[in-house]
């Protein structure tokens, strides 16, 4: 017997998510109206408010669904890879990969829903956390085995990484330009395991 968690949403929720993805590729949240996203559906306009409350809680609810698939590849992607460094490699870029595949998602995320007070109470800001916790334990786990320095503050290094992450492409995604995943995390990785004293690849 199915629970009421895992029980299918109903159609009509379904097909309004669908909609405001679909609507979300070609303009701007602050633009699009709850009719048409209920056109685009093709039911009731008041099932958004019924469903999700209204327009933000509908886009809260497709981030989520986003950001929950997203934490669950790259725990399983983690899983598989030895070495606290390598697994850093690998969490940096399946950030950026997320970016550069999913330019609508990276535009909302960075751009338009943190900006908004409500989405620090919500199950996206949770998700956020639940990530930024993985990322802590991998700098965590380098710092016990000796690959990372245990000298620096690891939520500090946390917040350096994370950053890094979202600066490196955020002009990219302002101004819808192109940018490789491999290439950044290139670019991260060297600033990060390096570091830019240049006294040290001499010592």
Same mark, same amino acid.
Request: charge should be neutral; hydrophobic fraction near 40%.
């Given at each position: 017997?199915?629970?009421?968690?895992?029980?299918?949403?109903?159609?009509?929720?379904?097909?309004?998510?669908?909609?405001?993805?679909?609507?979300?590729?070609?303009?701007?949240?602050?633009?699009?109206?709850?009719?048409?996203?209920?056109?685009?559906?093709?039911?009731?306009?008041?099932?958004?408010?019924?469903?999700?409350?209204?327009?933000?809680?509908?886009?809260?609810? $497709? /981030?989520?669904?986003? *950001?929950?698939?997203?934490?669950?590849?790259? @725990?399983?992607?983690?899983?598989?890879?030895?070495? +606290? &460094?390598?697994?850093?490699?690998?969490?940096?870029?399946?950030?950026?990969?997320?970016?550069?595949?999913?330019?609508?998602?990276?535009?909302?995320?960075?751009?338009?829903?943190?900006?908004?007070?409500?989405?620090?109470?919500?199950?996206?800001?949770?998700?956020?956390?639940?990530?930024?916790? $993985? /990322?802590?334990?991998? *700098?965590?786990?380098?710092?016990?085995?000796? @690959?990372?320095?245990?000298?620096?503050?690891?939520? +500090? &290094?946390?917040?350096?990484?994370?950053?890094?992450?979202?600066?490196?492409?955020?002009?990219?995604?302002?101004?819808?330009?192109?940018?490789?995943?491999?290439?950044?995390?290139?670019?991260?990785?060297?600033?990060?395991?390096?570091?830019?004293?240049?006294?040290?690849?001499?010592?």
């Amino acid at each position: 017997m199915r629970t009421q968690e895992t029980r299918p949403h109903p159609p009509g929720r379904v097909k309004l998510a669908n909609a405001l993805r679909e609507l979300l590729r070609d303009r701007e949240f602050d633009a699009i109206t709850t009719s048409e996203i209920a056109r685009t559906a093709g039911v009731n306009e008041a099932l958004i408010y019924r469903y999700f409350g209204d327009k933000r809680g509908l886009l809260h609810q $497709i /981030l989520s669904e986003f *950001l929950d698939g997203y934490i669950s590849g790259i @725990e399983k992607e983690l899983g598989g890879i030895e070495g +606290s &460094l390598n697994r850093l490699r690998r969490l940096i870029w399946y950030h950026l990969h997320m970016f550069e595949s999913h330019r609508v998602f990276a535009k909302l995320f960075l751009m338009e829903v943190r900006s908004f007070p409500g989405y620090f109470g919500g199950h996206c800001y949770a998700q956020v956390k639940r990530y930024s916790n $993985i /990322l802590l334990a991998v *700098l965590e786990e380098g710092m016990a085995s000796g @690959e990372i320095r245990t000298d620096l503050p690891a939520r +500090s &290094l946390r917040q350096v990484v994370i950053g890094g992450i979202e600066h490196l492409c955020l002009p990219e995604i302002i101004f819808d330009r192109e940018f490789s995943a491999d290439t950044l995390t290139e670019d991260l990785c060297n600033i990060l395991y390096r570091g830019i004293d240049a006294r040290g690849s001499n010592r």
